[in-house]
């Protein structure tokens, strides 16, 4: 058992940190206010690689692993949770199935692309009536020719807004519910995707989450990832290892305002002494601390266990459900820590306090996640 | 990074399991109801002969050398049938090892083999007074040196394994005048030593097969060979050594959290209630997701604070969090389990109750939870500024 990271991890970790102090934390407020991650933050952050990482070189990724990838995320999050989020997404969600699921021919053609954040991903799943439970989309595919034609509406797709590339789930029959569920990779600058909206959100403002309205969308048969009626079984791996993603987002968040409320501690002097020596803080400072360790144990142990090709399901599960969870108790803690001004936005806990809540919610709710886990536990 | 343990690591743990299940779990409930500790007793030479009383203690001294992760995983084994035999282990453990880092060469190779072989059914540690929990370096009992003696005079209370231990470790006040923590040493005190008294034992909620005594100096007259590590040195000893003790405790809370979930899980997918299984309901489910959650989580704690602890790295912070941790993910693991068993659970015809009552003090002694706090708060704000 070894629980220290490697030494290329650890060049890895310095040099995201290295970036993100220079290139994200200066901007990170100006993302919150602005609803927008710069275009130029995009392209350095693909430059560097950030967009690609666990994917293979021969399609132009870095070629890393997993465990790389959740050290990425974490880093980015610590100072800005939109951007961290937009990594995972593309990453996780629409990168990461086209890898495991498809042809050399998809992977030759789409992957670079992607790797080099020419297109930025997104994975087009959750619709107005189908949420946690994923099987119960309508979205319909019809197969003319040498062509699928899908109508219906997505909602909620993080970085939807790019209109790069997307994975796409819809059913050939939804009375057959998952099993009429097929996966297609399709160009989101085709005729018939519509963008109906930008959802206006409580945190993770940098990122797109927008709302599509497909209408006769034409689909190249080729596109078709997977088998037909292979599509739930391909979201359900894809989301397992999303999960990851956003744990070491969870986590980065947890960290980013772990440190200030640290930092602040120190410095600020009431009752004639440093707030930090009073036990009310220390003990809470422990609390948040033990929260993020074991969070990131967890995580951690999830990408080792996929770079190991063990079964990792429930281990993504806890860790999602546990990072996320110690990121809204953490950021709310920090908040406290600050009093008044933890409130206001210049501190930047405030925003880190609405960037986390959505850990908890997206990639599967910590509902959903409760449910694989005590499924795993009770089978 | 590599989290799998090693072949030897997993004989260890499954060498455990095995006894566990044959030997402790039989009779735990007779143990947790009755008086007679002798079944105990049987067990801890069993378990001595296995090598389970010096896992982290080298082998010139009668140990098994096994390394921090092995003690740690053999814990969570043995207390998922018997938190009494377990907390004597750790005690045990915990001993030899503060011996082997502080004693000399002959106190090593005199009392540790002792512990190790099962000559000594037990080691006390004996620090907790009266007057002086949380806070040890209060400490009233005294050694004043008389010629070529110390007399030992003072009481301490909550001292496990007092009635059959054969050596204590003793911390004493050997200079009043020092600064608070200054002035304290560390003695070897054999049982039978006159003058050691071992008093009333403790009535409690739970591990009631682990005797908790007081101890009583008495004009107790031990050689000035008796002092172990460096006169007035003593406090930072207590303090060191209970660090590695952490891991022992979280190591017992979690097995004993595994056990109840363990069993609990195993009811909820037979017993039916409205026509079907109860596990079938998402409040059950929710309860199995959130314990057995928090138990592995408070392994790879634990995993982690022996890691660094066998590999040399400092690791106070992390013993303190996986301490806190896993005792408390065990208490609320305990209350789960038992709450999923409905009216079942609060009898003795099953073993939910006494988990429940076991766990309790786990978050209490090696250091109360709110101790490990000051802890782990007091190294994260050092390593700023």
């Not at chain 1, 989450?209 to 048969?221: E, G, S």
């Not at chain 1, 930047?348 to 990639?363: G, H, N």
């Not at chain 2, 004597?88 to 540790?112: A, D």
């Not at chain 2, 928090?294 to 790295?313: C, D, F, H, I, V």
């Amino acid at each position: 058992m070894n629980f220290e990271l490697s030494q290329d991890h650890k060049v890895l970790q310095e040099s995201v940190r290295d970036f993100v102090n220079k290139e994200i934390k200066p901007i990170a407020m100006k993302i919150d206010e602005e609803h927008m991650i710069p275009d130029a933050l995009v392209r350095k952050m693909a430059d560097m690689g950030f967009l690609g990482s666990y994917l293979p070189e021969e399609y132009g990724g870095a070629g890393l692993d997993m465990l790389s990838y959740a050290i990425v995320i974490e880093e980015v999050s610590k100072a800005c949770g939109s951007s961290g989020v937009l990594i995972s997404a593309h990453t996780s969600l629409a990168s990461g199935p086209i890898d495991t699921f498809g042809t050399e021919e998809q992977k030759k053609k789409w992957l670079p692309a992607l790797n080099t954040g020419e297109k930025i991903g997104c994975i087009l799943l959750t619709e107005p009536d189908a949420g946690s439970d994923a099987g119960a989309i309508t979205t319909s595919y019809k197969k003319e020719g040498d062509e699928y034609i899908v109508n219906g509406s997505k909602i909620f797709i993080t970085n939807g807004g790019y209109l790069g590339t997307g994975v796409l789930f819809a059913t050939h029959d939804k009375s057959l519910k998952h099993k009429g569920v097929s996966a297609f990779i399709v160009d989101l600058q085709s005729p018939g995707v519509v963008i109906l909206k930008h959802e206006n959100k409580m945190g993770i403002r940098g990122t797109y989450t927008t709302a599509f309205a497909l209408d006769d969308v034409r689909i190249p048969a080729e596109n078709l990832l997977g088998q037909e009626g292979q599509g739930f079984k391909i979201a359900m791996d894809t989301l397992n290892g999303g999960r990851i993603g956003i744990a070491s987002q969870a986590l980065g968040i947890a960290e980013g305002a772990f440190e200030r409320a640290l930092a602040y501690s120190k410095e600020r002097k009431q009752f004639g002494k440093a707030i930090s020596e009073l036990q009310a803080i220390q003990f809470k400072l422990a609390d948040m601390y033990a929260k993020i360790e074991t969070s990131k144990l967890m995580t951690y142990k999830a990408a080792w266990m996929k770079d190991a090709h063990l079964n990792y399901t429930m281990e993504s599960a806890m860790c999602k459900m546990l990072a996320s969870e110690a990121a809204t108790f953490v950021t709310k803690e920090a908040i406290q820590i600050h009093g008044g001004y933890g409130f206001i936005c210049d501190y930047e806990v405030e925003r880190m306090y609405r960037d986390a809540k959505i850990t908890e919610i997206y990639e599967g709710t910590n509902e959903v996640q409760r449910v694989v886990i005590s499924k795993a536990l009770l089978s | 990074m590599y989290l799998d343990l090693t072949e030897e690591q997993k004989l260890i743990q499954e060498t455990a399991r095995d006894f566990a299940k044959a030997e402790l779990e039989p009779v735990a409930a007779g143990l947790d109801q009755g008086d007679d500790r002798t079944p105990m007793l049987a067990n801890l030479k069993k378990l001595a002969d296995l090598g389970f009383m010096g896992l982290n203690v080298k082998e010139q001294y009668g140990g098994t050398e096994a390394g921090v992760i092995a003690f740690s995983v053999a814990m969570t084994e043995i207390a998922r049938a018997c938190a009494s035999t377990a907390v004597t282990l750790s005690v045990n453990n915990m001993v030899c090892e503060v011996i082997q880092s502080v004693g000399n060469e002959e106190q090593k190779t005199k009392y540790i083999s002792k512990i190790c072989s099962g000559e000594y059914a037990a080691g006390g540690f004996a620090l907790t007074e009266p007057g002086a929990g949380s806070d040890p370096s209060s400490m009233a009992t005294q050694a004043v040196k008389d010629g070529e003696e110390y007399v030992l005079n003072g009481s301490k209370i909550f001292i496990s394994s007092a009635p059959y231990a054969g050596v204590f470790v003793v911390w004493a006040v050997t200079d009043r005048d020092a600064s608070k923590g200054k002035g304290i040493s560390c003695f070897l005190v054999e049982a039978g030593t006159p003058g050691l008294i071992v008093g009333k034992e403790e009535k409690k909620m739970g591990q009631h097969a682990s005797a908790t005594n007081e101890v009583i100096f008495d004009n107790c007259r031990i050689p000035t060979s008796a002092l172990m590590g460096k006169l007035n040195d003593g406090f930072r000893i207590a303090v060191g050594e209970l660090t590695g003790g952490r891991i022992g405790i979280g190591s017992l809370g979690l097995g004993v959290g595994l056990a109840a979930m363990d069993y609990a899980t195993r009811y909820a997918s037979e017993r039916s209630q409205f026509g079907q299984k109860i596990s079938n309901f998402q409040a059950i489910k929710w309860m199995i997701a959130d314990g057995c959650t928090e138990l592995e989580a408070a392994r790879l704690l634990l995993m982690n604070a022996a890691y660094r602890k066998e590999s040399g790295k400092s690791f106070a912070k992390e013993a303190s969090m996986a301490k806190m941790f896993a005792t408390e993910a065990a208490n609320k693991a305990c209350y789960s389990a038992l709450q999923m068993l409905g009216g079942y659970g609060y009898t003795k015809d099953f073993p939910l109750e006494r988990y429940a009552r076991d766990v309790r003090i786990t978050s209490i002694y090696e250091g109360t939870n709110e101790i490990q706090r000051v802890i782990i708060s007091r190294e994260i704000l050092r390593n700023i500024n």
